[in-house]
């Protein structure tokens, strides 16, 4: 290849560079591995890895697929492993929960072909629900675990989990975080190795988790993990740096061993403090450890999230008699991410050095510009259908609150979490994926008064439908309302079952439910409030489950399809002559177009989507279309 030849994720091109997005250096790292079978679930921070593969599956020639959910997607990638092939699954960490029971069985069977689960955790919550650290699930599973702090190394650990999964017959785990993730960097390419794309189911008593098979796959279990454990004693990506007569040393993992070299490098501590690198957490590699910590007096453990390898190494520590004091999270945070600082701070602490900067003066400066700032809080997009829906929900329940009582709202994950805040506040509670219906079926169960729960499309097909089935066969007096925006929004737009591009495989959420013996059944336009609103009552009022599909198209896919017609946005304007600034549209909708300017209530036209809700609402009817009366 020239050097004037444009590089790609595809390209053979061994040795030379690209810059890349670091789930895109995981989906390199799999197509070089020869990858046969890919699936997975949309999830933040890992969706791009799928994104990724999904788009050259059919240029490289392997097979990729998007899943109904997590588990779903984690079987397919082991049954197409169970035949000889390489596989791959990814997900978000709270994606594992949902593919956790398979997840137990299938490191006790063992594969044939390697097969390679990616969790991306997400320290500092940015787009999760919650903080867990998934190493903990690996301890549980006997899954070993590569833990990469770079780029780079994110696409080399993917191609060295595949030849050890196929050498040791064992499920290997890539964990990122959303720092490698969405991390950007200069990747040196491998070469792209072929392998099979169809292989042949093997029979084997060890596929049947019986418990007379799985004792003896027990057994295997921890055979195969005892030599996983030695072959990590020699992995490349487990590094010491002894440095003669240093007194301090630091264990760090993952991408705290980044923070840790910039740190290191600020307080000009290189040649003074030894270093361990470990990018194989689970196993640890422990003679290495305990070597490293013979070395030193004091250690300084640096991970992101629990002390998983802190706690480890404690222990390694009291079983060979090593007294130098360790330290981890007691001066270390166990939550949100890390970063440079946070590492220089806990370095100078221990090694009595003064930080280069003063951090003082600057927390002082930034929390003066803080105070001053507008506060910018998210929320749904101008035009989002799932206003409309919220709002008609809140007027239902508000309409009924004296003969019923009040109502509880049971929210789901997705972009209608956004729903949460001022002025729609249409949650009372959300837990999980899915719990949007399960949550609401216990609520009903637990207190008297209408119980509404509401969950996305792509939602209802995770994971939505088995609640609704049991909220039909135990008679449960709730409304289940599916909001259809046809899209998988809150992710980037991926397809789903019930999603237009699935066309005439396409499965409707109404459909689902009649066929599951939902007796109330209703489809609406939330856009169409007066129509909305009397159904949501009448679902309400209903004695037994009730499910309402709101369909309309997420704003953004309707902006791009208008703009594919060639169609213009006629927005909405406010006529002064008859406007009282009572502000319900202001204050009841909470829509980013809609904003005061000069003390006076006003449509912004270059925000406004033409949806139409505030006129709708508008109680003088005030609020009318560009070049309409």
Same mark, same amino acid.
């Given at each position: ?8 994720? @595809? ?40 994104? @990724? ?39 978000? $960490? ?359 729960? $509401? ?20 008679? @449960? ?36 439910? #009649? ?47 208008? #703009? ?13 002559? @008859? ?51």
């Amino acid at each position: 290849m020239s050097e004037t030849e444009k590089l790609n994720l @595809t390209s053979d091109a061994a040795g030379k560079s690209l810059f890349m997005l670091g789930n895109e250096a995981i989906a390199r790292g799999a197509i070089e591995s020869g990858l046969a079978v890919y699936a997975a679930y949309p999830g933040t921070p890992s969706s791009e890895i799928s994104e @990724t593969l999904i788009d050259l599956a059919g240029e490289v020639g392997y097979y990729a697929q998007w899943s109904v959910n997590e588990k779903v997607a984690f079987e397919v990638a082991y049954g197409a492993a169970l035949c000889g092939v390489r596989a791959m699954v990814s997900m978000k $960490h709270v994606g594992l929960n949902v593919a956790h029971d398979p997840l137990m069985s299938a490191t006790t069977t063992g594969v044939i072909g390697g097969m390679l689960l990616v969790n991306a955790d997400d320290p500092g919550i940015w787009s999760s629900q919650n903080e867990q650290d998934n190493r903990s699930i690996a301890e549980q599973a006997y899954l070993p675990v590569l833990e990469p702090s770079s780029v780079q190394e994110a696409k080399d650990m993917t191609v060295e989990a595949f030849k050890l999964s196929e050498k040791f017959g064992q499920i290997f785990m890539l964990r990122s975080v959303t720092r490698i993730s969405h991390a950007r960097g200069d990747v040196k390419l491998g070469p792209i190795h072929k392998t099979p794309l169809k292989g042949e189911f093997k029979k084997r008593e060890s596929n049947l988790v019986i418990p007379a098979f799985a004792r003896k796959n027990r057994i295997a279990l921890l055979e195969r993990f005892g030599k996983i454990k030695a072959e990590f004693e020699n992995s490349p990506f487990n590094q010491l740096n002894s440095v003669p007569g240093a007194k301090l040393g630091i264990i760090a993992s993952g991408i705290a061993y980044a923070y840790t070299v910039e740190a290191l490098r600020w307080l000009g501590l290189e040649d003074k403090v030894s270093l361990l690198k470990i990018g194989t957490p689970h196993p640890l590699p422990e003679k290495k450890v305990v070597q490293f910590l013979k070395s030193v007096s004091e250690i300084l453990v640096a991970e992101e999230l629990e002390p998983f390898v802190e706690n480890h190494v404690k222990v390694l520590a009291q079983e060979t008699g090593i007294v130098s004091k360790i330290h981890g999270k007691d001066v270390l945070p166990i939550r949100n991410e890390f970063s440079t600082r946070i590492m220089a701070e806990a370095i100078a602490r221990l090694s009595g050095v003064k930080m280069p900067l003063n951090y003082t003066e600057l927390d002082r400066q930034t929390a003066e510009a803080v105070a001053i700032l507008p506060s910018r809080p998210p929320t749904l997009c101008a035009g989002c259908p799932h206003r409309a829906s919220f709002y008609a929900i809140n007027q239902a329940v508000r309409k009924i609150k004296k003969d019923l009582g009040e109502r509880v709202l049971c929210g789901d994950i997705g972009c209608y979490s956004l729903g949460i805040n001022p002025p729609l506040s249409s949650y009372d509670v959300n837990c999980c994926m899915g719990g949007g219906f399960g949550v609401a079926g216990g609520v009903a169960r637990g207190q008297n008064g209408p119980v509404v729960g $509401h969950m996305g499309d792509s939602t209802f097909f995770h994971s939505g439908v088995p609640a609704m089935i049991d909220a039909v066969f135990n008679k @449960t007096k709730m409304t289940m309302i599916v909001l259809d925006n046809s899209a998988t929004a809150m992710t980037g737009f991926q397809p789903h079952p019930g999603a237009p591009g699935a066309g005439e495989i396409g499965i409707k959420p109404e459909d689902v439910a #009649r066929a599951c013996n939902v007796k109330l059944v209703e489809v609406v336009n939330p856009f169409d409030q007066k129509k909305t609103l009397e159904v949501i009552e009448k679902a309400i009022r209903f004695d037994g489950p009730s499910l309402i599909v709101c369909r309309a198209m997420c704003g953004i896919l309707a902006q791009r399809d208008r #703009r594919q017609r060639g169609e213009k946005v006629r927005p909405y304007q406010i006529d002064k002559a @008859t406007c009282t600034e009572c502000k319900l549209c202001l204050n009841a909708l909470g829509c980013p177009a809609i904003i005061m300017a000069d003390g006076k209530v006003v449509i912004d036209a270059a925000q406004c989507d033409g949806c139409s809700l505030c006129a709708q609402i508008c109680p003088t009817h005030s609020i009318i279309q560009e070049g309409g009366k």
